[in-house]
């Protein structure tokens, strides 16, 4: 399988032909690792690249549940524990339409060397199911999770696998699902991040994915002695990565022009304000709208069916879902002036779009590092339960932004390039590599 990266890649399309997803996020990796395993033959030699591309375990099953017409509804249930050589499983659960287990694996598969960029000790897992919340009631989103956690319980622990939310699961849902494991184990422990605050929740979860993304931005710039001052940013998307990433943006006197959702982009050319933010996020995550609801605010325009990318920017950062982001959006934010990209979302950007910010020399960061801090802070939160204490807000925001540097950092020593260009996604992926694999190199063939 390892003779070359092609047939690499050949092999891994071969024997999971339906997962394009899991390809894409392979070939970024394996392309830009492959020089580095060259000079390293011992990775390639004890079989690690066949290894990580295999998870350890896969669980898939029935989740029955009952509507509120009494009907009962059937979807399908995943946790993907990809690898678990530097800690326990760790990694988000999502609940859309368009979960499978390709995707799932993709989002595994980043979530190891994600995780292993922390410095935390933590594995890589995901998992979730085709389940929609949208239009659903609180009484059913309930039932769904409580028939969700009665399997999931057997396969998941404080020490073995610590599941938290992504797209479609935020606080409601993680409360649902830890209230479930904690009726069947009878005991209250770190098994889920995400959590409340009344029931073991850190301060600064919550925020942590759209705070580290923009600190994480923030280096960027700096290394070519910018700040976001001032600054266009186009962000997509609209709920938890994307609130919070432009919650800072706000705070950090950037201009926020765009949210966006599956239907639309709401644009706001002076910059959104402290009350325009708040009364999206009130939308978005109590009354659960659609951006369309707020066409006729002031200020604000919303441009039905389409993207954020043709608007003028500065800065990019997608933070909706994979693949949002293509080679001819690429062109026209570059087009448009954009000098930075950096993702919150997993994957958003496809392998073309990414060729296309590497050619034109402009700063681009993968989102396993830059939307690390979400699973930096789940990580702060385990931390906290095992001791049985809070930590103030403060003290885990510093803790986040020590984080995010200290992942940039590594992102430069591995990623220099001739001329000073600074190459994150090889820097991200070589960073990671070598934590996970050295782990697995001195814990023998398993
Ligand atoms: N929540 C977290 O802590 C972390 C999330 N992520 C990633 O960030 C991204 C967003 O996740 P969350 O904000 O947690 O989810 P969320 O469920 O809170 O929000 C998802 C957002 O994406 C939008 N969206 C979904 N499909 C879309 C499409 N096809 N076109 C445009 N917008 C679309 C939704 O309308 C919503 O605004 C995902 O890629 C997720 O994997 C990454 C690291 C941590
Ligand atoms: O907080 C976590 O454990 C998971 C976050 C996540 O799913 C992600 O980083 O993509």
Redesign the pocket.
């Known amino acids: 399988m390892t003779d070359t990266l092609q047939a690499c890649l050949a092999h891994l399309r071969l024997r999971d032909p339906d997962q394009p997803e899991f390809h894409q996020a392979a070939e970024e990796v394996l392309s830009s690792l492959w020089p580095f395993l060259q000079e390293h033959p011992t990775y390639l030699n004890n079989g690690i690249i066949e290894r990580l591309m295999e998870p350890e375990r896969v669980i898939m099953f029935r989740v029955p549940w009952v509507d509120d017409r009494g009907q009962v509804r059937v979807n399908r249930g995943y946790r993907v524990q990809m690898n678990s050589a530097i800690g326990p499983y760790k990694g988000?659960l999502?609940f859309h339409p368009t979960v499978n287990l390709g995707v799932l694996k993709f989002?595994a598969f980043e979530q190891v060397f994600k995780n292993a960029l922390t410095t935390l000790p933590m594995g890589g897992g995901k998992g979730g199911a085709d389940f929609d919340p949208k239009g659903k009631s609180d009484a059913e989103v309930m039932r769904f999770c409580q028939s969700f956690m009665t399997e999931l319980a057997r396969h998941i622990g404080d020490s073995v696998d610590i599941p938290?939310?992504?797209?479609?699961v935020?606080a409601r849902e993680i409360g649902y699902l830890y209230g479930q494991y904690r009726r069947m184990r009878n005991e209250f422990t770190s098994v889920l991040t995400g959590k409340g605050l009344s029931y073991g929740g850190s301060l600064v979860r919550p925020e942590?994915?759209g705070y580290g993304c923009v600190y994480f931005a923030e280096q960027m710039l700096k290394q070519r002695n910018l700040d976001l001052n001032g600054k266009r940013v186009c962000v997509?998307?609209?709920?938890?990565?994307?609130q919070f990433a432009a919650r800072k943006l706000i705070e950090l006197q950037a201009r926020v022009i765009s949210l966006?959702?599956?239907g639309g982009t709401l644009h706001c050319a002076d910059g959104l304000s402290l009350e325009q933010w708040t009364s999206i996020a009130e939308l978005?995550n109590m009354r659960r709208g659609r951006l369309a609801d707020l066409a006729n605010a002031p200020g604000m325009t919303y441009l039905p069916n389409s993207?954020p990318w043709h608007l003028e920017c500065d800065l990019a950062m997608p933070?909706?879902?994979?693949n949002?982001l293509n080679g001819d959006d690429a062109a026209q934010l570059l087009e448009q002036g954009c000098i930075c990209v950096t993702e919150?979302?997993?994957m958003?950007c496809t392998l073309e779009a990414i060729d296309r910010f590497h050619e034109a020399r402009i700063l681009f960061a993968p989102?396993k590092a830059a939307?690390a801090g979400?699973?930096a802070v789940s990580g702060l939160e385990m931390s906290q339960n095992a001791m049985r204490l809070n930590w103030s807000a403060e003290k885990v925001d510093l803790r986040l932004r020590e984080i995010m540097h200290s992942i940039h950092q590594a992102c430069e020593k591995h990623g220099q390039e001739a001329g000073g260009y600074i190459d994150y996604v090889k820097g991200a992926n070589i960073a990671g590599f070598v934590r996970v694999a050295d782990a697995m190199l001195a814990q023998g063939v398993i």
């Open positions: 988000g999502r989002l938290a939310g992504d797209i479609g935020g942590a994915t997509s998307g609209s709920g938890n990565v994307a966006s959702d599956s978005k993207t933070c909706a879902t994979q949002e919150g979302a997993n958003p989102g939307n979400g699973v």
